[in-house]
């Protein structure tokens, strides 16, 4: 068998399954992965404390599957020379037979004065600094957060804040910190649909988090929010949780993409105008096979990354290719000192709730989006393999 030159652009949880997958079904294939940092970050726990610890090293996972670690950013593509151009002099470009395009995504900020100034937590290193920040806030009194985006993101983050500031050592005799979830929307978690909302709210009351729904920020800057008709927000510190769109590099390929500048790809994650490229992740819009979209989360990304390794491998080889389904969906949102709460469905019908669901969410975070290493290279290729209820 020729030694086919199939290249991964992305580490993330679709870069990485779909590099275990491509090498379960070539073998002999010469796979390299390009991503900036050696990193598989964590990025669903970045709201949780000590966010140093929320990434795995990626070469100790690559390495027993024989996949390359190509330490550098694509910043460009040929899909005529089939090349991937990168920003590092010695690698240069790479050829590609086939190439996954699994570069994920990066927060939205909102086209104000000030947004680049405010704290997010949408990379490790972002929520590091805002971690630093909140070690050096927690003993001010008084002291108001504002996290801006009430979405999926910033509920975890506002209703995990108080437990962040008592772990750095906010004395307990002090008033409870002020925090302020503000939103465009006029609801809480408005992406997360009617089913969960009554949980969330209760869990947003019982912790004392304010509202301020259904407004506009004009401007803000790390210690103001400034909002439509409205007195400005003094801080101490502002958050902005407002949501994801598609890393740059999936605007690079000539193709069609949708609003969040996802790559629209086929039923075998083909970015179809262009042969030789698949995308994955929050990088590529899918048909999930019952209707739905794909949605910028981690069961899709590591569903549509194995899928999508599996395909690139398939195609260099000449073999027919497997069909993207994931008609199973579930969302567990962490609520904090009230739990977690655990929908299944695409009407997220609210399953569990509390003390249980958080179990859950604890499983999810430590354990399901983790790779397993713990059994080598086997272990690792067993674990690519796709789901056989969710295999076309
Ligand atoms: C704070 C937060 C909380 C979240 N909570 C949840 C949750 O509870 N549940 C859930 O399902 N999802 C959640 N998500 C979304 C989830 O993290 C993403 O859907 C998931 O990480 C997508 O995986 P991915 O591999 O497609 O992309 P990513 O994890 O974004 O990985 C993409 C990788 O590609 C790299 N890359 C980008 N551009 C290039 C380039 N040009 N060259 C080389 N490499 C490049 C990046 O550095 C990154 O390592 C959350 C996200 C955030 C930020």
């Not at 947003?204 to 401007?219: C, F, I, K």
């Not at 819009?285 to 899709?300: E, K, V």
């Amino acid at each position: 068998m020729s030694s086919v030159p199939i290249v991964i652009v992305g580490g993330g949880f679709a870069g990485f399954w779909a590099a275990a997958a491509a090498r379960r079904v070539a073998p002999k294939a010469a796979i390299s992965l390009l991503s900036p940092l050696d990193a598989l970050v964590m990025r669903p726990r970045l709201y949780e404390a000590d966010p140093h610890t929320l990434a795995a090293p990626l070469r100790p996972l690559l390495q027993p599957l024989g996949v390359d670690l190509v330490l550098a950013s694509a910043n460009g593509i040929d899909p005529a020379a089939r090349l991937v151009h990168t920003d590092d002099p010695t690698s240069a470009s790479l050829p590609y037979d086939q190439v996954v395009i699994a570069t994920g995504s990066v927060m939205r900020r909102p086209a104000v004065p000030g947004a680049a100034d405010a704290y997010s937590i949408d990379t490790q290193a972002e929520a590091i600094e805002l971690d630093r920040a909140l070690a050096g806030l927690a003993g001010r009194d008084p002291l108001t957060i504002a996290v801006v985006g009430a979405g999926f993101t910033g509920l975890e983050l506002a209703l995990e804040l108080p437990a962040r500031l008592a772990a750095h050592g906010r004395p307990s005799q002090l008033a409870p910190a002020r925090i302020v979830l503000i939103d465009r929307a006029p609801v809480l978690g408005a992406e997360l649909g009617e089913g969960p909302r009554p949980v969330i709210e209760d869990a947003v009351d019982r912790a004392g988090v304010e509202r301020r729904l259904g407004v506009t920020v004009t401007a803000l800057g790390r210690d103001v929010v400034h909002l439509e008709g409205g007195r400005p927000l003094s801080a101490d510190a502002v958050v902005l949780c407002t949501g994801l769109a598609a890393a740059p590099f999936a605007g690079l390929p000539d193709a069609r993409r949708d609003e969040a500048g996802r790559l629209e790809v086929d039923p075998y994650l083909r970015v179809s105008t262009q042969p030789g490229i698949f995308a994955a992740g929050d990088a590529a819009a899918a048909d999930t096979g019952g209707g739905h979209r794909t949605l910028q989360s981690c069961q899709h990304a590591l569903q549509t990354g194995r899928v999508a390794g599996e395909n690139a491998a398939r195609a260099a080889l000449g073999l027919a290719l497997v069909t993207y389904r994931q008609p199973n969906y579930v969302t567990c949102l962490d609520l904090g000192a009230a739990g977690a709460v655990l929908t299944r469905g695409w009407d997220r019908e609210v399953v569990d709730a509390g003390g249980s669901a958080k179990q859950r969410k604890r499983t999810i975070n430590t354990s399901v989006i983790y790779p397993d290493a713990s059994h080598g290279a086997e272990g690792l290729l067993r674990q690519s393999r796709l789901d056989p209820a969710e295999r076309g």
